[in-house]
């Protein structure tokens, strides 16, 4: 069995979702569900029983210690965090708990855990930590991609969290043996996204006729991946990864935001024309920046590549046209998650009007 923490979320779902598709390894999936964990996303899963959900805070360590003395887990898939940059900017005190203080608890029960198992399960077991390129800080245009060897520069609170947690876990190889893989992956994209990211933000704002709002000059550039390849990039490292070591996964995909937006309208033009033939492109709105917003993330997969042989399977294109129809496909998804406590947040951030 292994033990996924965050998995009623946009990545640790997919994750769940796609590694019951491919074998019969059952999960234990930890999560605590805030607004961004959805257990609408598991639906499929209600009487599976590879599949045992926990309601669970990774801050609680007598919870966690009680899973892994039930479920005796061989690997940790660690998602579980506050995810989203400009509620970190409103909010940053629910990052620091979760992402630094939550990556701890885990970390220290999981190490407790090991340090009890028998030599063999010992020397096999994992601990992956799911990270972002955005503990790498912000790239200068001519600068060359982030590699695993950038140094540490975060900007945002969200960011700052996330190098606190990547830092610990580094720790923890270093100084108990526990058998560490981090990985610092860029922008991912594609089903059950919660709609207050870029992408699905935009799309359930096309299509209900909102403005599509870009921050500054909608020049930031980021590095596009599909889900269904972080999750195939997790997949390899958790099986094939060097304890102890860091891998960086992107899809050499980089955009300036004001081109995933033409793009995901000109993709929604043809799916789905507007009643009055406009394009969706009228709706774009350029509106105040984010405070501190870094200017380009650029991710160099090389090495993943090389030692590990992982390749992403989608372009930017076919990804995002995938991930479009899904949408199109799934408005009552999209309605059960938009809960009050979403209209607030879009409220506080872009105005009552939108
Ligand atoms: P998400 O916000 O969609 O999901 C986070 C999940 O964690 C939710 O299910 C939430 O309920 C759960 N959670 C939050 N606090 C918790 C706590 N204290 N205890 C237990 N569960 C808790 O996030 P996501 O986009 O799926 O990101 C997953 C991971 O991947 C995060 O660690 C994030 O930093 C990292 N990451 C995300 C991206 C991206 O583009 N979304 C890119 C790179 C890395
Ligand atoms: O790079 C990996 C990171 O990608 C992850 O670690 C984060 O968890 C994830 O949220 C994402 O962070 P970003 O801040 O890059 O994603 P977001 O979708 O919020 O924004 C993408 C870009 O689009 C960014 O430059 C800000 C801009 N943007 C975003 C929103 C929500 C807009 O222009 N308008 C918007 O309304």
């Not at 304890?243 to 309208?265: F, M, Q, R, S």
């Not at 995002?320 to 408005?331: A, E, G, M, S, V």
Request: aromatic share 12%; net charge negative; proline share 5%.
């Amino acid at each position: 069995m292994i033990l996924v923490t965050g998995g009623a979320g946009f990545i640790g779902a997919n994750f769940v979702l796609e590694w019951l598709r491919s074998c019969d390894e059952p999960i234990v999936n930890a999560d605590k569900l805030t607004y961004a964990g959805n257990l609408r996303t598991l639906q499929s899963l209600e009487h599976d029983s590879r599949h045992v959900f926990a309601r669970v805070d990774i801050c609680d360590r007598q919870a966690l210690d009680a899973l892994f003395a039930v479920h005796r887990p061989r690997a940790v898939l660690h998602f579980a965090a506050e995810s989203h940059v400009d509620r970190s900017i409103h909010g940053p005190g629910e990052f620091l708990q979760t992402n630094v203080v939550g990556t701890f608890t885990l970390l220290d029960a999981a190490r407790a855990y090991w340090n009890e198992l028998p030599a063999a399960q010992k020397e096999s077991f994992r601990f992956l930590h799911v990270s972002t390129d955005e503990v790498f800080g912000s790239l200068q245009s001519a600068d060359p991609a982030f590699n695993e060897r950038t140094p540490y520069a975060p900007n945002s609170p969200y960011s700052a969290s996330k190098a606190a947690s990547d830092h610990f876990v580094r720790a923890y190889h270093h100084t108990y043996g526990l058998p560490t893989l981090t990985t610092n992956c860029s922008n991912n994209y594609g089903p059950y996204q919660f709609p207050e990211k870029l992408i699905p933000l935009s799309i359930t704002h096309a299509l209900a006729g909102k403005q599509l709002p870009v921050y500054g000059d909608g020049k930031n550039m980021r590095d596009w991946l599909y889900v269904g390849d972080h999750c195939s990039a997790l997949r390899t490292v958790v099986e094939r990864g060097v304890p102890g070591e860091t891998y960086n996964i992107g899809g050499w995909n980089e955009k300036a935001n004001i081109d995933v937006v033409h793009t995901l309208c000109d993709v929604l033009d043809e799916l789905r024309p507007t009643a009055s033939g406009a394009s969706y492109r009228k709706q774009i709105e350029f509106v105040k920046d984010r405070p501190g917003h870094d200017r380009r993330y650029a991710i160099d997969a090389t090495r993943i590549g090389s030692e590990l042989g992982w390749r992403p399977a989608e372009t930017f294109d076919t990804g995002l046209r995938k991930t479009i129809q899904w949408y199109l496909n799934n408005t009552a998804w999209v309605e059960g998650v938009t809960s009050g406590d979403y209209r607030n947040w879009i409220d506080m951030q872009y105005g009552h009007s939108r």
